[in-house]
């Protein structure tokens, strides 16, 4: 099974940016599809980005669509953010699965096994 580290949180203001990453090791940590998934308080885990595993095809939440990028070299995964707002305050999660998924199936959080343990993004207004 592959371990997640995320990286990079921390406190901005908003319309301030911030990078986010995943490292993914294992010896097969180049071959999981990899998304971002954030959760606020009381809130199940929306999805926010994912990407395949030869970064060809990428996928993005509609609240975040334009302002976050996935991109991965190898078995790492970055999510860039831009232009934050406060509403994108929350724990962020990277979150890998074997194989490929589709456009669908890649926003669904029961499609992944293995889980990071979270990095906290606050944005204050």
């Known amino acids: 099974q592959v371990q997640l580290v995320e990286s990079g949180g921390g406190t901005v203001q908003a319309g301030d940016s911030l990078r986010l990453s995943c490292a993914a090791s294992?010896?097969?940590?180049?071959?999981?599809?990899i998304a971002w998934f954030r959760q606020v308080p009381g809130k199940e885990r929306v999805f926010t980005a994912a990407?395949?595993?030869?970064?060809?095809n990428t996928y993005y939440g509609d609240s975040v669509k334009g302002r976050f990028t996935i991109s991965r070299e190898n078995s790492t995964v970055n999510l860039q953010m831009n232009s934050l707002n406060p509403e994108d305050t929350a724990v962020y999660y990277c979150?890998?699965?074997?194989?490929?998924?589709?456009?669908?199936?890649?926003?669904?959080?029961?499609?992944?096994?293995?889980w990071g343990q979270g990095t906290q993004v606050t944005v204050s207004s």
């Open positions: 979150a890998a699965t074997v194989g490929a998924c589709t456009a669908t199936s890649c926003r669904d959080r029961r499609l992944y096994r293995s």
């Open positions: 294992g010896r097969t940590g180049a071959g999981y599809t």
């Open positions: 990407i395949s595993r030869s970064g060809s």
